[in-house]
């Protein structure tokens, strides 16, 4: 026993093959659990410093990371009524975040120029270095909103993901980023495409899809990122069933993300069946309050306001106020989402010609330290005492 004691302890990552904390990065990544992935990509990384897909691993994860910070990753959550939720919600970027994220593209990149410089038809550098691109062009066009540039870095990735598949059009998973590059350059609305072709940009949307659904069948590294990117496109492309079915089995086999199952419940929105998304959306805010999905994944005060919101929408006003209930009368929790939640309670009080509720819940609000929906209230009072408006 004592001797146990004094052997010097080993590394981790030297006792597992790396590919094993590689895949458990990569659940915990699509599980919406970025810190966790961060140190099982970094132990991979211990086991086999030079594996340039491990390092573009944890440097996709840092860029995820940082969107999901800024709220990025919410997208859609919330409909247009409640557009001041995306606005008030904007950060500025974390610089050590994207700094480690560069570090890592960086890195790859010299490592991979240098070994296609011995062997131009290294197709795993290749690969590497395209993916590098890829991620940048996801960097400028989300964070930086530098769109153009993020059209070029996406053209870079093409053309050296497009050598991969020359070289070996089984390898499958270089598919992805001429997919996505396809279909979104045959999306650019007709109106401004010839922009597009002036500066060579071509794309087919039909081609696009062909490529994501290879990848999703016949990939090994990125099968599942093609699944999520088709369920977006037939969700655009206004095919629901495929993209619910797609999403239920992300769902199942990621079960700790409540993104994926509001994704779903917005497929029914475009699809024009709202009962059923906001069917989804409680049953989520639910599991959220009971804990399932861990804390930070899911901004609760912002989907229960959310729910509410769309229950006012039916006119189903007990249940809009049982939703915002849920935000306003929590002793904690987001104070911005208590005025706004106050607000939508006093709309419906005084819908029910329950005068004395709209002007307490209205007085609250406007005691409390939020410009807007201060504002908002005392607006409100006026006009119940009669007087104009400022």
């Known amino acids: 026993m004592c001797a146990i004691l004094i052997v010097p302890a080993r590394s981790e990552a030297n006792e597992v093959d790396p590919w094993v904390y590689a895949h458990a990065g990569v659940d915990h990544f ?64 974390d610089p050590k975040t994207i700094g480690l994220f560069q570090e890592q593209v960086k890195w790859v990149r010299a490592r991979a120029e240098a070994r296609l410089k011995k062997n131009p038809r290294d197709v795993e550098a290749l690969y590497a270095l395209g993916a590098t691109y890829g991620m940048e062009g996801n960097y400028l066009f989300t964070i930086e909103k530098k769109y153009f540039d993020a059209l070029k870095a996406g053209g870079k990735a093409n053309e050296l993901h497009e050598k991969v598949l020359k070289i070996d059009p089984n390898y499958h998973d270089a598919k992805l980023i001429p997919g996505v590059y396809e279909y979104v350059v045959g999306s650019i609305p007709r109106s401004v495409k010839w922009l597009a072709f002036l500066f060579g940009y071509r794309g087919s949307k039909e081609r696009g899809i062909q490529l994501l659904q290879e990848t999703m069948v016949k990939g090994k590294l990125v099968a599942t990122d093609a699944a999520f990117l088709l369920a977006v496109v037939y969700n655009r492309e206004r095919q629901f069933e495929y993209s619910r079915r797609l999403l239920t089995s992300l769902s199942n086999f990621f079960p700790r993300n409540p993104l994926i199952r509001l994704e779903i419940g917005r497929t029914y929105t475009r699809e024009g069946q709202p009962d059923k998304t906001i069917e989804h959306y409680v049953q989520v805010a639910k599991e959220l309050d009971a804990g399932k999905f861990g804390p930070d994944k899911v901004p609760r005060e912002r989907l229960w306001y959310q729910v509410g919101t769309m229950y006012q929408q039916r ?58 929906p201060r504002k908002e209230a005392q607006a409100r009072l006026r006009t119940m005492d009669g007087k104009p408006a400022q």
């Open 30 to 93: 699509y599980n919406f659990e970025y810190p966790e992935a961060v140190a099982d990509f970094k132990k991979a990384i211990e086991g086999d410093p030079d594996n340039l897909l491990f390092r573009n691993y944890l440097g996709n994860t840092y860029l995820f990371m940082e969107l999901s910070r800024l709220g990025k990753l919410e997208g859609n959550l919330y409909d247009a009524s409640n557009s001041f939720l995306k606005e008030k919600s904007e950060k500025d970027p």
């Open 315 to 372: 006119g189903k006003h007990a249940e809009a106020l049982d939703a915002y209930a849920r935000v306003a009368d929590r002793h904690e929790g987001d104070g911005l989402m208590k005025a706004y939640s106050g607000l939508r309670r006093g709309e419906i009080f005084l819908a029910q010609n329950r005068m004395d509720r709209a002007r307490a819940e209205y007085e609250r609000v406007a005691a409390m330290p939020y410009d807007e």
